[in-house]
């Protein structure tokens, strides 16, 4: 229903917000003049200038021995050829004196988001852009943290990182042949620097962009529903790995790695809902997770899965 709202408010060149979680089938829509009285805020805020704070969220980090349980039926799946590469995401509990408006406030990132008093992410990552007959996607795979020795080239290095972002730029190509035409990999393997609290890290990312033509906009709703759930949170290849995760992982994402963007009647801008703080009756989870290749080892995705857990 709501996929198709958007292309109707695509052909009248309406703007809205659209909020999608992780299996999209819960997609919400608010008209821009509307954004008000909806008790929902977003910034989406390229090249912006960094505010400082100091507060640190109180983590209980995720057993250990459960996690390894998890991981391991991953690589299962993997050396059964169900899957090539799957990111394994978890909850993990977290304390912090702060509201969810409070957090939206302090947290510095490209993409932003406050759902009522329900969540907040604050997210690096592209989902897609639309603009001048174009589709555009930039998958994020691969981070180290910017202070470690040679940490670039490190990083480009890594054989484990380099085979899993291959995979993900592999499928998204794919993905955007389903709504696009002279698919091409702009940019392959760049670094981006990025906050991540009291320290900063590198992160890895491609640029791959379509023609999508000139009606694009009374399809908006279609483009969406044939690309999601976003190629670089689920996995490859797509609908096995999907199957995988919802039978792995023991939690529902819900909202969490779910995509939000908006149109402003003339392009299109969204963001991957990574970075992720969800309000439930206990306190507050993040969720984050990784991706998991054959090559990877349960000790550093462990840990991955707890450094992405900051206030940027």
Known sequence: ?????????????????????????????????????????????????????????????????????????VIEKIKSGETYVLNLTQATPIKTQLSLKEIYKLANADYKLRFKDKFVCFSPETFIKIDKQR???????GTIDASVVNAAPKI??????????????????????????????EEFRYITEIEAGEKKLLQVSSHISGYIGESWHEKIGDILEKLLPAGSISGAPKKSTIEIIQSIEGYERDYFSGVFGVYDGESLDSGVMIRFIEKNETGYTYKSGGGITLDSEVNLEYNELQEKIYLP
């Open 156 to 185: 480009l290095g890594d054989k484990k990182e380099m085979a899993e972002h291959i995979m993900i730029v592999d499928l998204l190509r794919n993905d955007l042949s389903i709504v696009a035409s002279d698919v091409k990999v």
């Open 1 to 73: 229903m709501s996929f198709s709202l958007l292309n109707s408010l695509g052909k009248e060149r309406k703007p809205f917000l659209f909020i999608s979680d992780f299996k999209a089938q819960k997609v919400e829509v608010i008209l821009l003049d509307a954004l008000e009285s909806s008790d929902v805020e977003y910034k989406i805020q390229k090249n912006y200038t960094s505010k400082e704070h100091s507060h640190k969220l109180d983590l209980s980090p995720i057993d250990f021995d459960d996690y390894k349980r998890k991981f391991d039926k």
């Open 135 to 141: 589709v555009h996607t930039f998958p994020m795979k």
